[in-house]
């Protein structure tokens, strides 16, 4: 019968995604947003998918020294920059570029001298409220990180939009204008744009861009589906009907008995529960593909397995492949279904799940994280 619970990542997908970045912002530098295990889909697979890219993002150090040991090269910075001096030192031995957005942080690269050379990159805060200085100090920052011995190359000033995905909102026009005049006449790279800047906001692109989500496949804006922003999705998570089982008009199904069938039912029992990463929010009516037809999804989420009401859907059978999101099926679809975002469905989908690479969709795998 095979396996259980799988996900396929189609790396065709990927580079496609990447070139629509490309070219939407064509000019700007483009660091790839790496973080969480590449949204999900592997760091290391990813990464050397897309090697032509001239920086990847990531937020956590073990993971970015991973990936120094197989990119020697290749640039990498640390998101949040680094904690303490501990982890500065593995910075430095391991050439990563750090996210600078606490005065902390400088007072401890002020303790390096020439001999350890770090590219550095400014986050300032325009609106989010999150990471970074405020943009009324970008003057007397720059003075300071100007004279830090260890400062090396062009400094580079980043912010990060709060609602970009949403093009009717003029908080994202106010984050790039307070960034740009907070920084007249500083020299330096400017970087504004995660993928809905890319798509919707052409005035953030500056000299670099930041990609996460739309690379995956996903859309990044609220008003436009993957599809019309020229997006395929990279992964897509398939399970296994493991048994069928007839339930009469009235009884009721799985934990807390939530879901009562309204007529005589035919419910196949899938394999991927909560356990893999499937959302336990998602509602009864969610879709999911069962040989290419859409059937709902019904009652509680369990850890290990879902039912899935298969009374419409004649000829199914145990063994046969069921796909909770990916190509013909969005992801964004099943995240509104469990009142969440494309984004943590991808980090979701659990260690235990093995990726399998192929390129556009077919049978052939290239490489297989369980094997
Ligand atoms: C995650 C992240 C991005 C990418 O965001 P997407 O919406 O996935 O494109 C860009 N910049 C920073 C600082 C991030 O943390």
Redesign the pocket.
Known sequence: MGRRVWAKIDLNALKQNYRVAKVAASGAQIMI?L?SNAYGHGTVVVASALKDADAF?IHCIHEAIKLRRIMPEKRIVL?SGVLDATELALAVKYHLELVVHRQGQLDLLKRLSKASPLRLWIKINTGMNRLGFPYGDAESLYQQVATLPCCHGPIHWMT?FAWASNVASTETSRQIHRFHEALIGLPGERSLA???GILAWPKSHGDWV?????VYGAS?LDHRCAKECGLRPVMSLYSRIVTIISVKKGQRIGYSLSWQCYRDAIIGIASIGYGDGYPRHAVSGTPVMVNGKRCPLVGRVSMDLIHIDLTDCKGAKVGDSVLLWGANLPIEEIARSASTVA?ELMCQVSERVPRQMVYNESEEVIYDTAT
């Not at 930041?210 to 739309?214: D, K």
């Open positions: 947003m973080k993002g998101l990060h995660n993928s809905a930041r990609p996460g989500l739309m990044p984004y």
